[in-house]
């Protein structure tokens, strides 16, 4: 079945380090999106690809990396700069022009 | 995006008719209104969409306003898997926009 996974699950980190989420989709959609959110709050976007090897940034991109290599994969990497990287994190995927999206089941992201 | 208002929260009765409101008094004409649900610790689902005319999928309908400014989401017999947070979005149509904006949402509790 075709799908968006989100790897790992769960992910703690130590304050000060980099950490890198993992997004695949087999869904052959060309626009890909990473979402934070907080509790009790909606979805903020971080950034977010229309097609390879282009990105642009959303709302809330500070302190965020992407790479967009492969059609498949768009990697988030949470840096040090994040002042409050831990939330639950959204990965999506759509066609584009995006009519619907389709989400991943999300990393929760606890730094200590 | 146009800004969506809705309810923090409702209750329903199990295999009861729910209804889910949205106002969206900013909206443009070119802007389709969108409803996903998230229940705990998942990603956003799609539910519906629709533009001017009701709509109806195996999940839901979707019923809108005749000036377009608020919206209804059906669901016609709620059950225990349908509590789960409901997001109202509002998404201008074309090529130029990415970008879904989620509110708070309606948070459904549904009573057994």
């Known amino acids: 079945d075709g799908g968006i996974t989100q790897s790992p699950k769960y992910l703690f980190r130590k304050e000060g380090q980099n950490v890198t989420l993992s997004c695949e989709q087999n869904l052959n959609h060309d626009a890909m999106y990473w979402y934070r959110q907080d509790p009790g709050q909606g979805l903020r976007l971080i950034y977010y690809s229309q097609i390879v090897n282009d990105f642009q940034k959303g709302d809330i991109a500070e302190g965020y990396s992407v790479s967009r290599e492969k059609k498949e994969s768009f990697p988030l990497t949470v840096t040090s700069a994040q002042k409050n990287p831990t939330a639950f994190y959204l990965c999506?995927?759509?066609?584009?022009?995006?009519?619907?999206?389709?989400f991943g089941s999300g990393t929760r992201l606890t730094v200590v | 995006d146009a800004k969506t208002t809705q309810p923090n929260s409702m209750e329903s009765n199990e295999e009861e008719p729910v209804h889910l409101p949205c106002n969206h008094s900013?909206?443009?004409?070119?802007?389709?209104i969108h409803w996903y649900r998230q229940l705990p610790s998942q990603g956003p689902e799609y539910v519906i969409h629709g533009l001017t005319s009701n709509v109806n999928n195996r999940m839901a309908s979707l019923a809108i306003a005749e000036d377009r400014k608020s919206s209804t989401l059906i669901l016609h017999r709620a059950t225990l898997r349908d509590a789960a947070v409901y997001y109202c979005?509002?998404?201008?149509?074309?090529?130029?926009?990415?970008?879904?904006?989620f509110g708070k949402g309606t948070k459904l509790s549904v009573i057994p």
């Open positions: 979005i509002l998404k201008r149509g074309g090529a130029g926009s990415y970008q879904l904006t």
């Open positions: 900013t909206i443009s004409g070119t802007d389709y």
């Open positions: 999506a995927s759509s066609i584009s022009p995006p009519l619907g999206y389709t």
